[in-house]
């Protein structure tokens, strides 16, 4: 049975992080409401993210990290943009810009 780590960006633009062993049914349970009290007044909510995992440790133990990521990490990581997430990793004061960069060269 696989399990889930998946990001939702609700209607305030929020970011709500979590784990599942059952995606299309906990993603109904979030946009109808009354199974989580963050995203129930925050509809409607849509999955931007999602990653497979094998075991239901692995799915939380993502979500316990992707959790405390910043909004800027969170984005990169559902447009799939490895270059922003890398970037955002950093702490801000290690972080070079694209104009810094080319001042490098």
Not at 76 to 88: E, G, V, Y
Request: hydrophobic share 35%.
């Amino acid at each position: 049975m696989p399990f889930w780590c998946y990001i939702l960006k609700c209607a305030d633009g929020k970011y709500y992080t979590g784990h599942t062993d059952d995606l299309e049914r906990r993603f109904a349970e979030h946009q109808h409401g009354g199974h989580c009290s963050f995203t129930a007044g925050r509809r409607p909510v849509s999955l931007i993210w999602a990653q497979e995992f094998a075991t239901r440790y692995e799915a939380l133990s993502s979500e316990l990290v992707v959790k405390k990521w910043s909004r800027a990490k969170k984005e990169a990581l559902a447009a799939r943009d490895w270059a922003r997430l890398s970037h955002f990793a950093r702490p801000p004061h290690e972080r070079v810009s694209p104009q810094d960069q080319r001042k490098q060269c």
